[in-house]
């Protein structure tokens, strides 16, 4: 349910006051409405996706645990608690003043980009699509990570309906802990099923994003899978993360699970 936004003393309203629990992001000048109500016709509008600076959500993360992707029925239930559960806060911010701020022109946000790791995606969100520019640790110093994607790598598209698919092929090059990195990825992503998605915050009507990420360094290839359940309004609801070298698509043993939580 989303709520109406609270007014402060005075009458000022919160800068994130409207935005739902789990909004993971949001635009205040090209993002959706204040008030975004799903209307449950299985396709993800730019107006019903919260991507942008200024925004938080709490997430409940484990990993190293068994995570069953099939699903039965068109449903998902990570609801129940896993072991190791914790909560993992994400908020997104603007680059202004970041000792990185003027190396990605035309970025938007940045935003973490896992519970265990420092460091930050750096993210641009257009009309059609959610952008990843780069990745960049917090601080700056002779240890820093600070890698750029050439392409941009295409996270989502707008409007997002089931059946999408595209690919991106990158090569990222820069710092990484203070070593120089040069190497390509490949993006294969697919919108492969719609259906319920259980989450110890609520049930969601969500769409389920398959990515197979191949990164080729030298001669060596890593592959990682993933899912990400996005919803209406809420934006990216769940992450299912596979172990490096998943064979199967749908995999049993997740890496990492993040659900949206309280």
Request: aromatic share 8%; hydrophobic share 40%.
């Amino acid at each position: 349910t989303c709520a109406p936004h609270q007014e402060l003393d005075g009458g000022a309203a919160s800068a994130d006051a409207h935005v739902p629990p789990g909004t993971d992001a949001g635009r205040p000048d090209a993002g959706p409405p204040a008030h975004c109500v799903p209307d449950g016709d299985g396709v993800v509008s730019r107006a019903e996706a919260p991507f942008g600076p200024g925004l938080a959500a709490r997430y409940v993360v484990t990993g190293d645990v068994p995570g069953d992707t099939a699903g039965a029925g068109g449903r998902w239930d990570y609801g129940g608690a896993l072991p190791g559960d914790h909560p993992f806060d994400v908020r997104t911010a603007a680059l202004d003043g970041r000792w990185f701020a003027d190396r990605f022109a035309g970025a938007d946000y940045v935003a973490p980009l896992a519970e265990d790791r420092d460091l930050l995606g750096v993210f641009r969100v257009t009309s059609a699509s959610l952008e990843l520019l780069g990745v960049v640790s917090p601080l700056e110093g002779v240890g820093r990570t600070e890698l750029r994607f050439e392409p941009a790598v295409r996270m989502l598209s707008f409007p997002l309906a089931r059946g999408d698919r595209w690919t991106t092929e990158t090569r990222v090059t820069g710092l990484a802990a203070g070593l120089a990195a040069n190497f390509t990825e490949r993006y294969e992503v697919e919108v492969d099923a719609r259906g319920e998605v259980v989450m110890p915050y609520a049930p969601f009507d969500a769409l389920r994003v398959r990515v197979t990420l191949t990164r080729t360094v030298g001669f060596t290839q890593t592959v990682t899978r993933q899912f990400l359940f996005v919803a209406e309004c809420f934006g990216t609801v769940a992450t299912v993360v596979s172990e490096a070298n998943e064979a199967e698509i749908e995999f049993r043993r997740a890496a990492e699970i993040r659900r949206l939580g309280f």
